[in-house]
């Protein structure tokens, strides 16, 4: 994944990217969209570390607390 300004990212579920970016969700929108032209759908947002939760493996969560 190529992404102007991702510092990171991480494809832990099958059809799930976490990136770390400081790029607005509608840059990275625009840049997919040029990588992708016909894409199918997808998905853009913000993670608030206060509202997390789930059940994902402690490797998950290790990186997503390094990568906030």
Same mark, same amino acid.
Do not use: C
């Given at each position: 994944?190529?992404?102007?300004?991702?510092?990171?990212?991480?494809?832990?579920?099958?059809?799930?990217?976490?990136? !770390?970016?400081? %790029?607005?969700?509608?840059?990275?929108?625009?840049?997919?969209? !040029?990588?992708?032209?016909?894409?199918?759908l997808?998905?853009?947002?913000?993670?608030? !570390?206060?509202?997390?939760?789930?059940?994902? %493996?402690?490797? %998950?969560?290790?990186?997503? !607390?390094?990568?906030?």
């Amino acid at each position: 994944l190529s992404v102007p300004g991702v510092a990171n990212w991480w494809h832990y579920l099958g059809s799930t990217y976490l990136i !770390k970016t400081d %790029a607005s969700p509608f840059d990275v929108q625009d840049h997919i969209r !040029k990588l992708m032209p016909n894409s199918t759908l997808f998905f853009i947002a913000e993670i608030d !570390k206060s509202t997390t939760a789930g059940m994902l %493996a402690n490797e %998950a969560w290790d990186w997503i !607390k390094k990568n906030q």
